[in-house]
């Protein structure tokens, strides 16, 4: 058994997003200092409400593809050791019309990022990879040796990311974590690129139509947003048991799939909405099914994911019923 102890210095990039506000409240409740990284491009000052007065907590208002990021920081703050990156340009059709933004952000600030964190002697860089990295491989469950250069991304996003993963994971203090659908209290029902999962569960509490793309068969693999954060824990070393993943890629997903059928069908059940569903025109470059083989990172950090789709569902939907009164 590790003793990994308290007061662990943390760089948090995205710490105003949905993912990196949860991930800050986890360290600073396990007894880690942490400083927070934002420019507000997609996260939001609301989302650090429960931790901002933290006095363990430091918040910069900056952009990730600021020159000498890190050194600057660890100038001010010491004993930095841990950087959590997960700011990125995040949404898919924007990097459709973006790409030279996105590879700025995605890739070549990672490379800058993961450079400064080696030279300052971090222990860790865990990156934010994702499914798209697959592109729309069909040979399912996904393993992490499908994605390699060969693989056609079907967008900037997809391809930006998987260069960012590559390049991490072949450093030895970098771990890359491809998460596959996360979903859970403040992902932003509202935008154009939000997730099925708040988009069906705001428009049902409204008493609204669930539309759904297609013929609702295709399917997805869908991970609570706790068990993303204690991935994220574990993949870094922070956790006082199981052991020290080695540098690599691994996947992060539940490797359960459900179709958009089912999970409109649970979410009707769960709010009460009783209305038929409305089918329309599949949605251009969707991908049919996406499922992860999710036995790398069990083996290497001991994780399962432990919270079932009904129960993140409910969680979910408290969180958004309480949003909306
Ligand atoms: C997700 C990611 C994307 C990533 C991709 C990698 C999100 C929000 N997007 O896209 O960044 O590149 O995984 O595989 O997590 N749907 C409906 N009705 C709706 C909304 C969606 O039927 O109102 C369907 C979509 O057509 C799709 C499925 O639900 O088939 C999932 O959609 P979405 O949540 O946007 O995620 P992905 O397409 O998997």
Redesign the pocket.
């Known amino acids: 058994m590790k003793n990994v102890g308290r007061n662990r210095g943390c760089v948090v990039t995205g710490v105003a997003g949905f993912v990196g506000s949860h991930l800050a409240e986890k360290l600073l409740s396990l007894g880690h200092r942490v400083v927070g990284i934002d420019n507000f491009f997609s996260g939001y000052p609301e989302n650090m409400a429960s931790f901002k007065d933290h006095p363990a907590f430091t918040f910069y208002d900056t952009s990730i593809a600021e020159e000498g990021l890190l050194e600057w920081i660890s100038g001010r703050h010491s004993g930095l050791s841990y950087c959590f990156h997960l700011a990125a340009i ?1 949404s ?1 059709p924007y990097s459709m019309d973006h790409e030279e933004e996105t590879t700025k952000i995605n890739y070549d600030a990672t490379l800058k990022l993961l450079q400064s964190a080696e030279k300052l002697r971090f222990s860790r860089l865990v990156f934010a990879g ?3 990295e697959y592109g729309n491989d069909q040979r399912l469950p996904l393993l992490e040796t499908y994605a390699d250069e060969k693989t056609r991304h079907l ?1 900037p ?2 391809q930006a990311k998987f260069m960012a993963s590559r390049a991490v994971a072949s450093n030895p203090i970098g771990v890359a974590l491809r998460f596959f ?2 979903y859970g209290p403040r992902q932003d029902p509202r935008s154009p ?4 999962i708040s ?2 569960l705001d428009m049902a509490l409204a008493n609204k139509v669930l ?4 013929d ?1 068969h ?1 399917a ?1 693999d869908f991970v609570y947003v706790s068990d993303v954060v204690e991935a994220y824990i574990r993949a870094a070393g922070l956790n006082d048991t199981g052991p020290s993943v080695p540098n690599g890629v691994y996947n992060v997903g539940t490797g359960k799939s459900t179709t ?1 059928l089912e999970l409109a069908e649970t979410i009707k059940d769960l709010t009460g909405n009783a209305l038929p569903l409305n089918f329309c025109r599949e ?1 251009p470059g ?2 049919r099914f ?1 499922l992860a083989s999710v036995d790398a990172f069990s083996g290497a950090a001991h994780w399962v994911p432990r919270i079932s789709l009904r129960a993140g569902l409910r969680e979910t939907l408290h969180w958004v019923r309480r949003d909306s009164v």
């Open positions: 995040v898919v994702s499914a798209a967008s996003y997809g659908n996360i690129y939000s997730g099925v988009r069906f539309t759904i793309f297609g609702g295709q997805r958009i949605r969707d991908i996406s």
